[in-house]
């Protein structure tokens, strides 16, 4: 963390956490910390507020069993407001649903914008031992190769029944699909932003 939270900004030492999915990006939950609450989050992993009704530190799913596992933690520009990424165990709302918003938690995208990172991070910082970085020393005409080799092998499962061989495949050819981009020094949102124009 760039910055740490001043929890003595507000009178009660409290300040509001905003906690998000990791990988889909939306936002479960709001709840308040102080800095006890904030230093076990960091400590053990399991997002912790301070409950304001039952006056004490209280783990999301201490009783449920439906856990926040920490991810990270960045503090706003005011340092009075904490954004807590998360990995959630079950629903988050007490009453059930995904999140405090009524809101489906699906659509892990956010985990395509880390595939993407790690593949730019293997072109910009090679390591033998990474598949991708071989790919990009063999040049843009092999990674494009490989995309068109992907996209045959699913069109021929998808010819099957077989779930878990088409998932297989086409898990292969997004994975190369992105690092054709990259090896194209274009970005994913560029894509999207024409998917976006066609689509008005």
């Not at 649903?97 to 395509?112: A, I, R, S, Y």
Request: charged share 30%; net charge negative.
């Amino acid at each position: 963390m760039d910055r740490k939270p001043n929890f003595s900004k507000n009178a009660d030492g409290l300040l509001p956490a905003v906690i998000q999915d990791q990988w889909t990006l939306k936002v479960l939950m709001l709840g308040y910390m102080n800095q006890e609450a904030f230093d076990k989050t960091l400590s053990e992993k399991k997002v912790t507020f301070f409950s304001r009704s039952k006056n004490r530190l209280w783990t999301k799913g201490e009783e449920s069993g439906n856990f926040l596992n920490f991810v990270d933690a960045k503090i706003d520009c005011d340092e009075d407001a904490i954004l807590i990424t998360a990995n959630p165990v079950g629903p988050t709302c007490h009453t059930g649903d995904d999140t405090c918003w009524k809101d489906e938690n699906n659509g892990k995208v956010g985990f395509l914008e880390h595939l993407r990172k790690t593949i730019k991070s293997r072109k910009e910082n090679p390591s033998e031992k990474s598949y991708t970085t071989s790919l990009f020393n063999k040049g843009l005409n092999k990674v494009a190769q490989k995309v068109g080799e992907e996209a045959v092998e699913l069109v021929i499962e998808a010819k099957d029944d077989n779930k878990e061989l088409f998932l297989g495949e086409a898990a292969d050819l997004m994975y190369h699909y992105l690092t054709l981009l990259e090896a194209k020094d274009i970005a994913l949102d560029e894509v999207i932003d024409t998917l976006i124009t066609r689509h008005k």
